[in-house]
């Protein structure tokens, strides 16, 4: 079974300082990895996915995270934090089958709200 | 490009009622995905439908239903609506099954 595990349900940064998202996965198979975030009231936009290319992933505006196998991690940085940045933000995995066909479902971590300080 | 759209922005309905809840897909997207989430329960997957099949659903009771019409718009229903349905319905499109999954804003679903 796939599933995700958000080590942090709040994380506060200053603004202009580093931000960093920590996620670890559970995959019986190759994963599809997403994170995606959500402002108050909004919907779900996508900040990037992994899907067995580069394990260096880069997203929108400024986001990038890093695919570790070894430490079965997808872990969300970017390098200086900006108060837009302040949201809600989900590691999210992609189901798949023994014979590598999407049950079409996403599960999704619990979930960090990220603060940001002036 | 118009992205998922949700009808309504919020509805309130009392124990026992039945509700309603529409989602027109990104054009061009032919499966559409329905999520739940409630306070303290996260994002929880309900159903997909895809080419006008129901392809899988999650873990909900059978009062959970919906379909999808020919032109891909979707609808879900709840019937017997309790106090613990009250959440953020959010449905998402993909231009075909396992491909990535494109958000609406939501139907907040008040129950009272």
């Known amino acids: 079974a796939q599933s995700v595990t958000q080590l942090d349900s709040h994380v506060s940064v200053s603004e202009g300082t580093p931000v960093l998202l920590r996620c670890n996965y559970s995959?019986?198979?190759?994963?599809?990895l997403f994170w995606y975030v959500q402002h108050p009231n909004k919907g779900l936009q996508l900040l990037l996915k992994y899907t067995s290319a580069a394990t260096l992933v880069k997203g929108i505006n400024g986001f990038e995270a890093e695919f570790k196998k070894s430490e079965t991690s997808f872990h969300l940085t970017k390098p200086s934090a900006h108060m837009s940045d302040a949201a809600e933000y989900f590691c999210?995995?992609?189901?798949?089958?023994?014979?590598?066909?999407?049950?079409?479902?996403?599960?999704f971590g619990q979930g960090t709200i990220l603060t940001v300080h002036p | 490009e118009a992205g998922v759209t949700q009808s309504p922005t919020h509805l309130i309905k009392t124990r026992g009622q039945q509700a309603t809840l529409r989602c027109s897909p990104i054009s061009g997207h032919t499966s559409v995905y329905w999520y739940q989430q409630a306070l303290g329960l996260g994002l929880q997957f309900l159903l997909w439908?895809?080419?006008?099949?129901?392809?899988n659903r999650g873990n909900f009771p059978p009062r959970f239903s919906g379909r999808q019409f020919p032109n891909y718009s979707s609808e879900l229903n709840v019937n017997a609506l309790e106090l613990e349905d009250s959440a953020l319905y959010l449905c998402a499109s993909s231009q075909q099954a396992g491909n990535i999954q494109y958000f609406g804003a939501g139907t907040r679903l008040s129950v009272l």
């Open positions: 999210v995995v992609r189901v798949y089958n023994a014979g590598g066909t999407s049950y079409g479902k996403l599960t």
């Open positions: 439908y895809d080419e006008g099949e129901e392809r």
């Open positions: 995959s019986s198979y190759s994963p599809s």
